[in-house]
């Protein structure tokens, strides 16, 4: 569906992919693990259209993708609310942005809202919550408009880790119940784990692991002896050490 052919790209002089090619399928979740600026936010701006590649291709269903797609939403590690605006005005925002308000829309918010648990928040301001409760608006704002294709860059990297395995437990709740594919960038192992049905590992702007997750088919305890042995493999591979 979404497909990488021969990407390059530089910023500046500083090439940070080259001839990187892949495919991610339909309803598919990706995990992408990797060091500090190995190129992962790079290669996410890429596949979303925000960045066009110095050399190669980006193929979105085919056709040449040369801006990101209104079938595609974003989460990054800041939340990014107005300020001036309440939760629900928040929620509603890629709708106002687009011109395009009906009467369900409130609704749908709503319903969104108290799916995450913070269906009572829809009036309070953003300086009024948590760090976890904003990272939960705007996650339900990523989902408004239904995406075909979700981008998360490190979304839950800044929250304490309770609050963290609720929201990775939540949002594979929510994605199971649409046909979405998500690609979800982490430093968190775990993360990687608990949400993906493939991970791959990048190392110096490639992939150096492509796999299955071989715990997806299972409801994953995040303390297993096989979910820790699979950790332990993960580790090694990051760190290099895998033949
Ligand atoms: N706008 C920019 N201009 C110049 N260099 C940049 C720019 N953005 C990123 N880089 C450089 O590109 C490399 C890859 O950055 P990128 O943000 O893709 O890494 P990353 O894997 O997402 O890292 P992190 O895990 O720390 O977020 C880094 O060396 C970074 O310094
Ligand atoms: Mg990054």
Known sequence: MLQLQKVSYAYETERILSDLTTTFRERTVYSILGK???????LLKLASGLLTPTNGHIMYDKQSLRHPDASFSYMFQNPNLLPWQTVLQNVCMPFVIRHRKDA????RALHLLSQ??????AERY?????GGQRSRV??????????????LDEPFSAL????KEQLQDDLV??????EMTVIFITHDIEEAIIIADEIRVME???????????LREQIVRRDTEQALSYKRLLRSVLEGAYA
């Open 104 to 107: 369900m829309l409130e609704k």
């Open 160 to 163: 304490d880790v309770m609050t």
């Open 173 to 178: 709740a929510l994605v199971q119940e649409r």
């Open 138 to 151: 705007a996650l339900c704002r990523a989902l408004m408009t239904n995406p075909r294709v979700l981008f």
């Open 116 to 121: 995450m648990g913070i269906g009572a928040l």
């Open 126 to 130: 953003p300086d009024e919550l948590s």
């Open 204 to 214: 110096a702007g490639r992939f150096i692991y492509e796999e299955q997750n071989p």
């Open 36 to 42: 500090s600026g190995c190129g992962k936010t790079t």
